[in-house]
């Protein structure tokens, strides 16, 4: 099957020897609560348990371990904003070999501290990743560093085939593996070892819209690339020249997934499996939301990739999703300015059930007469039956209630 890829299933069974004991064998947890929304019988691989809270650490060990002993005293050098830079910077300072790390100049602040934490040298440089990766070659061949690459390099593709390899051993019945596709090297290191232990499974790979790189390559297309995606994990303009032959043969299919549904993907790990989601580890769910009949009935296997989600971020996310679900509504209420009025106001959205969030005073807006008053109430709901029983009791009683929406006000209520 393999003699053509840069990886054989034998290569994979020596990784997973090689990093026993240095990464965790992460659980494949049942998720009844998601099974329950997509209709499949789902389970889930945690790497965001791992150290780093990331996959990114298999591949990382088994290329350091690869290393010859003037390799490791010569040292490493990796470019990474993110997850990979932790990865081999953690385990190069636990190995006891040099490490250098290429960042972008607008890499967040806790992202570049976070990995001199772990005694790696940060070499800041460029605007992108590209120009990142441009310096850390140059260095590489100017101080005879061994490059580390993210994805393209047949160690690290090994590395990250041990996960399918655990996912089998475990549940051999799965029909299904559902996987991140960012630069392809996780995507073609569990192809490889899926396929050579099932040769019938079906492997999906999940890729952001706004980075369509396989789903291009594959299908020839010319999808524009680019954009700001809470999946910047894999957010990769450039596909792995080692990593494309193996996904254009192994994998069934290349599924583009918008911002809206990972959002949704990443609310539901958190509000239903109870787990931290970064935006690329949440896509997989993300594409069974999205076409949930595809899946119904299957046993699915998803890999939920990684951990690293701002928590101001994950709150901003699980807000939107609850005023998606009409579970926090806000209304301007328009009527005449009097004593007692918040009060009033106040005890009917009681009566009614609601939590009252936030309450704003509007005098000054030309549409309501001198001695009117505007008020934007947010409050919190049961849902969408509940919100419209509030907005029509509000109506009932003279408050003539409009909807404040994202895109701005409802028309009123009738």
Known sequence: MSESFAITPEDIDAAAGRIAGHVLRTPLVPAPRLSELTGATVLVKHENMQATASFKE??????????????????????????????????????????????????????????????????????????????AHELAGVEKLTFVHPYDDAAVMAG???????????????????????????MAGNAVAAKAIKPGIDLIGVEAALYPSFFN???????????????EGIAVKTVGQLTLPVISALVSDIVLVGEDLIERAVNAYASLQHSLAEGAGATGLAAMLKEPERYAGRKVGLVLSGGNIDTRLLAAIMVRELERDDRIV??????????????????????????ILEVSHGRLFLDVPAKGVTLDVTVETRGAAHSRGIEDALAKNGFAPRRILPRGLAEPAR
Do not use: C, W
């Not at 806000?330 to 005890?347: H, Y």
């Open 160 to 186: 990250q085939g041990t996960l399918a390899r655990e996912m089998l051993t475990e549940a051999p019945d799965l029909d299904m593996l559902i996987i991140p596709l960012g630069g392809g090297g996780l």
């Open 330 to 355: 806000a209304f301007r209420l328009t009527t005449s300015d009097r004593p007692g009025l918040l009060g009033r106001i106040a005890s009917l959205l009681g009566e009614e059930g609601a939590n």
């Open 217 to 231: 390559a594959v299908h020839q297309q010319d999808k524009p690339i680019g954009g700001p995606t809470l999946a």
């Open 58 to 135: 298999r591949g990382a060990v088994n290329k350091l371990l690869t290393l010859s002993e003037a390799e490791r005293e010569r040292g490493v050098i990796a470019m990474s904003a993110g997850n990979h830079a932790q990865a081999v910077a953690y385990h190069a300072k636990r190995f006891g070999i040099p490490a250098t790390i290429v960042m972008p100049e607008t890499t967040p602040l806790v992202k570049v501290e976070n990995t001199r934490a772990h005694d790696a040298r940060v070499v800041l440089h460029g605007e992108t990743l590209s120009e990142a990766s441009q310096r």
